[in-house]
């Protein structure tokens, strides 16, 4: 538990000069010194490389090699920017690709699994997954007319997810269990391994969203069995708005599942034009039509530097970042009404710290407008602070704990309307 | 019918010289002078324009701006860029939204379309119609699990739709016609409008695939009564490789459909997290997850600049142009043994131009090695010369024609193996 770490910025500093991984925050774009990013769980930050990459792909790719581009490079990028996320979250390289959006890339696999999961009607969630996912889960088991249900298990106490009725609820009715392994608004974080064995004890399949997760957990899919997972690029992956998601089938699966959006980047040969569907040997299957090159090459530059970094060393970095800024918040922001709304357990935490206030939007708008902090905001009240190893530094922490507490001690939020901002 | 046009190159420039639209090719990055591009309809080219966009969202919206970036324009681009390309397609403003691949939004108004037809067992479509879409129409019969089944209209040359076979195949059975308008081996392009007339006098929807027809011919969807359409936006459009496709659902049909992949951005108000998905008001609502930005804003340029060509001027310089190239064709290559593969009449064709010969892969491949153009191949035997009208030259016809008379009477073809290359 994070106690009695010093308060002053020199503490901070000294963090800052020990840190293996501080030399990385030179590989981004930051221009404005007196900024401090708490948001790259929403939106990493820009690699210098990947600003090169993206010239180099519209201006010499693109602008010059026009369509031989896709013989030279294109077609890869699908499975060569898996296999690099394979070796972030420990699975093999032909068990993942890059493709479509998380909530389509999610649509995919649930579809999928609940197909061969037909006998089976229930498909347990929590009410602290991302609400796209349950509007997609619900949309997948409403279409398939196999008659199963999305039941939403509550949390108690809104921060931790339910494991133990989770754990309790999995039976011979479970066809699907999907979740947020890291969830958004608190950052609690599920054992992946034993939610996984007891789903096959049953006989049942689990369906992870990484999006919080992948880039800054030490994941390993195949070490827990994992069965299926889609995962966000553009959170601590770094890959650009609204980069393609990442998605995960275990090779064991691959053959048995089926791609309920069948299309000619999935077919087996699609370059023969068969008017009939025949879907690709392995994880390719899962592909459906030409991904948005750009949008994926951006994405590869940011996910080298993390696999330069190493993720034991990234996860190592987040931790001890959380903690700090735990120990800060008991110490400096408590006394002034701020609640702890994630995990005071490191074990059952991802990368972001949400802090509650019942001045909290208001204490959000302020510390935008007024103080040059981004964090990002989750109805009712969190303040969610994210923690990207790779560039986020002690002394950024050090100064968004302070900038919060001058927001309040000096009722500089009082100007702001308790009313909510267009979006956040 | 095109003949006696001169088949001097003089002729060439002459035309080119009187082409009011000749000066927009230097909007574009033309790098490399001595290659003849005729493969807009698979990859358009890069707009000089585009380049600067990309580097701006890149470096400064994403670089600088960061999460702030959402609230100063992200948000807007499926529905912004959405009503720009409703301006090429005779649509309303708020009925187009640009974000998932082509695929993807196929599947989505096919399902809708199905799910609002549902006592009704067929869909129609035929087998010129692009593979792709074929594999996703019977995905999205298989799993409404309806028992609707794809009908398959065969062509009776391969050239030309069986538009009269489809006209007497539409009844009260009918859920949907599902077309390419133009289509991608012949150019054959269907009547939109008695189609959609036929289809609806028997109470049946139809889905247009428009990739081969947008930004190039004079679409007008609404004066058609037309219901649904999806298309590319990396061939005509320019938009990049792999830029997300758009999709049209008719105004009054919107309330009454259902995206199948009900996603945040879809939703009615996403930073609300309600965990029941409530459908946004409008064409909003086919929207799932977070859009790839890049390529989105990637695309918006090139959409700018057809619509400061206007496309009426553009149809009639792909029109003249695919004249020109028949009449070359005619004096020149069909002497040589090349077969015209697409319609003769312009009425009922795009705007590309595809020539069969007995060694057509090999003539394709020597054209491209030897003679630096690049046409696109399709099986069996298509050449498919792609016309661009914002960038393709009358000289770049003439070239063409002239480098394929080389290839054939100098027989530099034929130290190529009559078998595919990896992909074209």
Redesign the interface.
Known sequence: MPTAIPTDKAYAWEQDAHDNLAPLRGEF?V??PNLI?L?GN??G??CLR??NR??EV??RE???R??????EG??DLPARIGAKIAQLIGAGAEEVVV??????SL?KLA?AALDVQANRPTILTD?LN???D???L??AA????NAQQVR?LPSSDGIHGPSDALMAAIDENTALVALSLTTFKSAFTYDMAAITRKAHEHGALVLWDLSHAAGVLSLDLNAAGADLAVG?T?KYLNG??????FLFVRRGLQGKLR???????G?HK????????RPAIGIGRFL?????????A?MEPGIDLLLEARIDAVRAKSLQQTEYLISLWEQILAPLGFTLNSPRNGALRGSHVSLGHEDGLRIDRALIEEMQV?P?F??PDNIRLGIAPLYTSFADIWEAVDRLRLVVTQRLFEKYPAK?P???
Request: proline share 10%.
């Open positions: 774009v221009d404005d990013y948001d929403s939106l930050r820009l990947t600003a993206t010239r519209v201006e693109w602008g010059q026009l369509i031989r581009a896709w013989n294109w077609f493709a479509d959006s998380t909530s389509v649509f579809v009410d991302f609400p796209s349950l509007y997609v619900q949309g409403d279409h398939l007319g939403i966000c553009y650009g708005p609204g980069a393609p998601a791609n309920p959006i069948p299309g000619w980047f077919q699609p370059f023969d034009f068969d008017l009939v569907y459906t039509g030409t991904p948005p090159i750009l949008s994926l951006a981004l990002d989750r109805y909510p267009a979006v956040t």
